[in-house]
C-alpha cells in the first residue's frame, strides 16, 4: 500500500500543488482496482479519487472515455493526472450517495422504492441513450478492454463464467455438452440483437452517483465497448439487490425506450425480445462473478446477491418465455432455485430472529430476555468518535453527516467485515440447527454514533444475506 500511495501522492502534489495530508483506502469492489480518497483538509475543493489499476490497457480505456464524454458534457469523472506507467490516476470526486445507497435508504413499507427514487432512475435512464447512441460515435473504440466489441467470443466467456465459477463450485449436476450447445444456441440468438452502439457493461446502481444537487453522475465505464442497446438497461433493471419490482422494471424499461426513440428508430417487439434473452446473459454473467468473489474471496456483498438473484431468473422463467430452446440451462436454473443454502433459507419451519442492538457502555451490556446469554457483543470504542466534535454532537448514527463522516474511516470498514463475517458464520449454523433467537449488540461511549452506525449496517446486512431470517433492531440509548 505504502507504494502505491507514494505513486498517488506524487500525482495530488502534481495537480493541485499541495500535499494530500489525508489518504483513506476505499472498501473493495469487484474488481482489482484499488481506490483512495485523497484530500488536503486546510482547503475546499482540494480532493479527489486515486486509483491504482494492475491493467494499464484497462485505465486507459477508462481515461480515453471520460475524455470523450466530458467534451460533450456527460457528468462523468475527468481524469486530473495520469502516472508515467498508466497504472496510477486520479480522478475528480464528487460527494454524493449511489443510487443503490439512496434507494435502500428510501424503501417504502412494501420494500419498493419511493417517488423521488423513481425519479432518479428516470434521471439516469434519459442519460443512457446518449452513451449508447448519441456520443457512441466519437469513442475510439481502438482502447476498448479486452475487447472492442460484445461478440460472440465475449459471450462465450460470460457463460464459461458461470459455469465454471457457480455451476461447478455450488456442486450443480449438468450434462457439459449439452450445456455448451445451449450456451452456443444463446449466443447466436443475442448477437441478432446487433451490437453497434456503445455498452457501458456495468451500468448498475453502484456506479451511479446522485450528487448533492440531485443529478446523476457516472462512474466504472473502463469496461465499455460496442454491444447490444438491451444489456445496459438490463444491467440497471435486473441489478439483483436493487429488489426493483416486476411492475417497476416494466415501467422504467417503457420510459427508456421512450428516451431511445429520440435518437434512433426502435422496432419495440422485436427490441423486448431481444431484452429478456439479454437479461438471462448479464444474470448468468453475474452469477459467475457471485461465484468468484463470493465463493472463492468471501466476499459477503456478492455472497448477498444471490438469493435475489435467483428471484429474477425465477421471474423470467415463469413470465418471459424466449423463441429458442435451451433446456440444459434451464435445467440448472432449476436445480439452483432448489437449492435451500443458495436461498439462504432453511428446511426447518423455525424462523430465527436476530436482535441487533447498540448500547451505551456508562449502563452495562444489555439484558438478553431470551435466556441465550447475550449472544455477541461488540466493543466500538477503539474507533474514532465523532461526537468529539461539536458539529456531530447533536446527531447519531443515522445522521447522513455521521454516515458521511464514517465513510472516510477504514478501520469502521474493517471492523464491520470482520464482526459481519463473524455473526453470518454463526447466523448460518443457527438456521441449520433451527434456532429461535440470537443477540448482536454494539456498545460505545453514550450508545449514540459508531454503536448505532454499526448496529444499522449490520442489521441490514443481515437482512441482505438471509432474507429468511427476521431482524430486529433496537437502539436503546436514542429510545430512551
Not at 474471496?297 to 446477491?305: C, D, I, R, V, Y
Amino acid at each position: 500500500m505504502a507504494k502505491n500511495t507514494e505513486i498517488l501522492e506524487t500525482l495530488f502534489q502534481r495537480h493541485f500543488g499541495k500535499k494530500a495530508d489525508k489518504i483513506d483506502k476505499l472498501p473493495e469492489s469487484g474488481s482489482n482496482r484499488e481506490y483512495y480518497y485523497m484530500a488536503h483538509l486546510a482547503e475546499d475543493g482540494c480532493e479527489c479519487i486515486g486509483t491504482i489499476g494492475k491493467e494499464y490497457k484497462e485505465n486507459l480505456a477508462f481515461i480515453s472515455f471520460s475524455k470523450s464524454f466530458l467534451s460533450q458534457n456527460m457528468p462523468v469523472p475527468e481524469v486530473l493526472e495520469v502516472s508515467d506507467d498508466n497504472l496510477a490516476y486520479i480522478q475528480t470526486y464528487i460527494k454524493g450517495v449511489s443510487l443503490f445507497e439512496y434507494l435502500e435508504n428510501h424503501r417504502q413499507g412494501d420494500y419498493s422504492p419511493d417517488a423521488q427514487t423513481v425519479e432518479y432512475y428516470k434521471k439516469v435512464l434519459e442519460f443512457l441513450p446518449k452513451f449508447q447512441v448519441k456520443y457512441s460515435t466519437a469513442l475510439d473504440y481502438s482502447k476498448c478492454y479486452p475487447r472492442k466489441k460484445f461478440d460472440a467470443q465475449s459471450i462465450m466467456w460470460d457463460l464459461n463464467y458461470f459455469k465454471y465459477y457457480f455451476l461447478k463450485t455450488t456442486h450443480t449436476v449438468f450434462d457439459e455438452q449439452d450445456l455448451e450447445k445451449d450456451f452456443m444456441t444463446l449466443t447466436n440468438y443475442i448477437r441478432t440483437a446487433g451490437s453497434d452502439y456503445f455498452m457501458y457493461r456495468d451500468f448498475q446502481s453502484r456506479n451511479i452517483i446522485i450528487r448533492e444537487d440531485g443529478k446523476p453522475y457516472f462512474i466504472d465505464f473502463q469496461g465499455g465497448r460496442k454491444g447490444p442497446l438491451q444489456y445496459d438497461v438490463a444491467s440497471l433493471l435486473y441489478d439483483a439487490k436493487a429488489c426493483l419490482s416486476p411492475e417497476l422494471r416494466d415501467e422504467l424499461l417503457d420510459f427508456y425506450l421512450s428516451e431511445l426513440k429520440k435518437y434512433i428508430e426502435v422496432n419495440e417487439e422485436q427490441f423486448k425480445k431481444a431484452f429478456y434473452a439479454v437479461v438471462l446473459i448479464r444474470i448468468l454473467q453475474a452469477f459467475g462473478s457471485y461465484g468468484y468473489r463470493g465463493f472463492l474471496e468471501q466476499k459477503p456483498h456478492f455472497l448477498a446477491s444471490i438469493p435475489p438473484a435467483l428471484q429474477n431468473v425465477r421471474y423470467l422463467i415463469d413470465n418471459h418465455k424466449l423463441d429458442i430452446k435451451i433446456p440444459q440451462i434451464r435445467k440448472c436454473l432449476l436445480a439452483l432455485m432448489e437449492n435451500q443454502e443458495l436461498l439462504g433459507g432453511s428446511t426447518e419451519e423455525t424462523v430465527l430472529t436476530v436482535k441487533v442492538q447498540s448500547f451505551s457502555y456508562r449502563r452495562g451490556i444489555p439484558y438478553d430476555p431470551t435466556g441465550n446469554g447475550g449472544g455477541f457483543v461488540f466493543d466500538c470504542r477503539a474507533i474514532h468518535n465523532p461526537g468529539r466534535y461539536e458539529k456531530y454532537k447533536e446527531l447519531n448514527g443515522k445522521s447522513p453527516e455521521v454516515i458521511e463522516f464514517f465513510s472516510h474511516e477504514p478501520q469502521l470498514t474493517e471492523f464491520l467485515d470482520l464482526t459481519q463475517k463473524t455473526v453470518a458464520l454463526a447466523v448460518k449454523k443457527y438456521i441449520q440447527r433451527g434456532y429461535e433467537n440470537l443477540s448482536v449488540n454494539f456498545g460505545c461511549t453514550g450508545g449514540q454514533h459508531r454503536s448505532v452506525y454499526c448496529a444499522e449496517k449490520t442489521a441490514e446486512f443481515l437482512r441482505e444475506k438471509f432474507p429468511s431470517i427476521n431482524v430486529v433492531i433496537k437502539h436503546l440509548e436514542q429510545e430512551k
